[in-house]
């Protein structure tokens, strides 16, 4: 135990070179985001799959739609760090996902579901739009300009669930460079030890 401590000393863990680690707040309270310092620390099960059925869990395109930026670690710790009125990071999963795995800190758990127009009331995904996404209606249409920028993620690269909501939103005329899919999702976060929370 004292080898690890002496090691872990001389041989920090940090997120990058010059960033040992990142406080954001999550549900109002802050929250220090850094990479697991036991370098012997492994992968939890359910990201350690290498094969799921396809479909539904097929490997996703690098590039899911025109204008839609696909980021990695790193981006999504700077979205965090503007999260608030103006960027918006959501978990897409649903069922019990976010409760196995944690989400990431600062993160809002909203599942793909309730942005889909076969599994939601027109009104509850308008309300969505409206309240947590700050876009503004007009009548029928919808006035995206001053709406958040949302950054999605779901369990990884074989995962459909954030590729589905950022499809709805392309679909309702959300403009594609206020949308951000971090494809690695929550199996690329742990795999590098990235710290979560229990969902809300």
């Not at 080898?3 to 549900?27: C, M, R, S, W, Y």
């Not at 999260?83 to 990071?89: E, K, N």
């Not at 995206?144 to 589905?164: D, H, I, K, M």
């Amino acid at each position: 135990m004292a080898v690890f401590g002496l090691a872990a000393a001389e041989k920090p863990v940090n997120i990058t070179h010059d960033l040992p680690a990142l406080e954001v707040l999550h549900q109002g309270r802050p929250v220090r985001i850094e990479r697991h310092p036991d370098t012997e620390n492994m992968l939890d099960p359910d990201f350690s799959l290498t094969s799921r059925p396809c479909p539904p869990y097929c490997i996703q395109p690098m590039q899911l739609a025109p204008g839609v930026e696909t980021i990695g670690e790193l981006e999504v710790l700077e979205y965090l760090k503007r999260a608030g009125r103006d960027v918006l990071v959501i978990d897409s999963r649903d069922g019990d996902w976010p409760a196995r795995s944690g989400v990431i800190p600062g993160a809002l758990n909203l599942p793909w579901q309730e942005l889909h127009p076969a599994h939601s009331e027109a009104e509850k995904i308008a309300d969505i739009l409206a309240l947590r996404f700050g876009a503004a209606r007009h009548g029928g249409l919808w006035n995206f300009e001053n709406a958040r920028t949302l950054v999605f993620y779901c369990n990884g690269p074989w995962c459909g669930q954030s590729p589905t909501n950022i499809k709805q939103l392309l679909a309702l005329g959300y403009p594609a460079h206020k949308l951000k899919w971090y494809r690695g999702g929550m199996q690329d976060w742990k795999m590098l030890g990235l710290t979560t929370v229990p969902p809300k």
